[in-house]
């Protein structure tokens, strides 16, 4: 009944429609327009058009990264690099300042933005600013060249400038794209990448041809990068991870019993054991490594892998793993990234400051410490975390320090491993 009354009110729109239109000569020689019986679908109800998994799985790292040899693993490497390698420079070059000499400029206390148009305003400099307002500031008496004092208000207020001569134009921003340039060895590249990941930048270009990273950068992460840099002059230690991500099912559907441990290896082979928010933290001896801590858990429980890779951390800074780079997308774990805080003390002692978090946030925290040969695990993090309503089961990290000793040199090296 609802279709035919619906019929009926389309046949009289129809009708009145027809009844107001003029039609010419022309029109009313041609061919009555027949409009055909379509059914749309409502657009809601479809999936959103997206890149698939398997372009967007494409990842140049995978190879160095995501490649661990726990057969062999070299825990103490000496890496040379050719620290003039390193520059950092925007993307975009500015144009020089006209050379003009400041002489006792005052401001009192105003957005950056409105001082550098009072400072420019005599030089007829035209001030545009991306994302004001900008910080506020007062100055007193700047002398210097031009560009001396417009860096110092920029640098102040932790913006950048770019300068178009033709147009008479500076344009300020918070952020500027940056492009870094690295020593050509794979490790120091690696490392970078990590730190800018653990400075919490998610969007980055490396090329592995030229051993470039380009970037957008606010003045913070650019000064932070230039400590490192500077960081490298004192041929700096690296700590490099090999992780391993696992998940344990055990077959009775209990709990893993971890106390067990202590059956199956000799006393004194794990070392430590810290409590977290979240899990607990053993340090061990080379005794409990990937393959005889699989072994233990195999006779218990089904164990699947998740991620396995490595990163790099230059000592007392801080980096980031991201669990998916090294395993499918598709797993719900793959959002954990680990990041780690590493300090090398006296006799190769390593403290490694853990933090395990996801998109939602922290999971958890430990601060781990260890000799060179010994290894860590995480433990007794529930799946849970990632994917509820799972059968019982437990999320497994396992993590081996290695030491990255580097020495400048003035020699070309290609392709460190």
């Known amino acids: 009944m609802e279709n035919k009354f619906t019929l009926f009110l389309a046949f009289i729109s129809a009708f009145l429609i027809s009844a107001c239109h003029f039609t010419s000569a022309t029109d009313a020689d041609e061919p009555a327009q027949v409009t055909p019986n379509v059914t ?3 657009s809601y109800n479809k999936p959103a058009i997206r890149t698939p998994d398997g372009a967007n799985m ?11 040899n726990w057969q062999t693993q070299q825990l ?11 520059k950092l420079k ?3 070059a500015s144009d020089d300042l006209p050379l003009l000499e400041v002489t006792g400029f005052t401001f009192g206390t105003m957005p950056a933005e409105k001082a550098l148009a009072k400072l420019l305003k005599e030089a007829d400099i035209t001030v545009t600013a991306k994302d004001a307002p900008y910080p506020s500031l007062s100055g007193e008496d700047l002398k210097g060249e031009l560009t001396d004092v417009v860096n110092m208000i920029t640098n102040a207020a932790g913006i950048f400038y770019q300068y178009d001569a033709q ?5 300020l921003s918070r952020k500027a794209e940056h492009i870094v340039f690295v020593p050509k060895t794979r ?14 930048l998610t969007s980055m270009t490396p090329n592995w041809s030229e051993y470039s990273i380009t970037f957008e950068a606010n003045a913070d992460l650019r000064n932070n990068l230039k400590q490192l840099i500077n960081y490298f002059e004192t041929n700096p230690i690296l700590i490099a991870y090999d992780v391993r991500v696992f998940k344990i099912t055990p077959y009775d559907g209990c709990d893993v019993e971890w106390k067990n441990l202590l059956d199956e290896f000799h006393f004194g082979s794990i070392t430590t054991a810290q409590t977290g ?8 001896t080379n005794e409990i490594n990937i393959t005889t801590l699989q072994r233990f858990l195999g006779a218990k429980a089904n164990i699947e892998s998740i991620s396995e890779g490595k990163f790099v951390v230059p000592n007392l800074w801080l980096s980031r793993f991201d669990v998916g780079k090294c395993g499918k997308m598709s797993y719900p774990q793959s959002e954990l990234s680990i990041l780690a805080k590493a300090q090398v003390e006296s006799d190769n002692h390593i403290t490694s400051d853990i933090t395990l978090e996801t998109t939602n946030g922290q999971i958890t925290q430990f601060k781990a410490k260890n000799k060179l040969g010994e290894n860590f695990m995480i433990i007794g993090l529930p799946n849970e975390i990632f994917a509820s309503g799972e059968q019982k089961s437990e999320i497994v990290v396992f993590m081996v320090p290695r030491l990255i000793k580097t020495i400048k040199t003035s020699e ?4 460190n491993l």
Request: hydrophobic residues 45%; aromatic residues 6%.
């Open 40 to 42: 749309y679908e409502k």
């Open 58 to 68: 494409l990842d140049l790292e995978t190879p160095l990264r995501c490649n661990v």
């Open 76 to 86: 103490i490497l000496t890496l040379p690099f050719n620290n003039s390698d390193f």
């Open 90 to 92: 925007p993307v975009v």
């Open 167 to 171: 147009k008479k134009l500076i344009t």
């Open 187 to 200: 490790p120091i590249m690696l490392g970078l990448l990590d730190v800018l990941r653990g400075a919490g």
């Open 277 to 284: 928010v979240i899990g607990r933290v053993l340090t061990t």
């Open 412 to 415: 070309n090296i290609k392709n």
